[in-house]
């Protein structure tokens, strides 16, 4: 589970960091179009704060992962990646968006929820082998 949180900190900060500082270039890459109104770039930011506190609580949560907060991080984990999934599906056979990042972003967090299924499952059948 280190592993795991280690590279969503990553994944998660430099998405956030990338909001936060070029909104429009980030969304251009991803959706292949830029922000063009001050409400989408303000909301893009607040996104990307969003995605820095998801990576800060990766990053600390790494040195602990037998608490059931860290369990717990993992379970929003594999909500955000499914969610994100769905949007990006959405945004590309739905809208025809068509960013460089836009597949690569979508496989990568499709992979990344199931890595935190693996990791929940692998740690609940640990927990019932222990308990027998």
Known sequence: MKTLLTASAVIELG???ALLSCPSATAELLIGAPLEATAAVSVARVA???LLALGIACWLARVDTQSRAARGLIAAMVSYNVATVAVL???A???GLRGV???PALMLHAAMAAWC???LLKKAQCKNKDSE
Request: neutral net charge; charged residues 0%; glycine residues 22%.
């Open 15 to 17: 998405a956030g960091l």
């Open 48 to 50: 990307g704060a969003g």
């Open 89 to 91: 599906a959405y945004a």
């Open 93 to 95: 056979i739905g809208y």
């Open 101 to 103: 990042a836009l597949w």
């Open 117 to 119: 299924v693996t990791s």
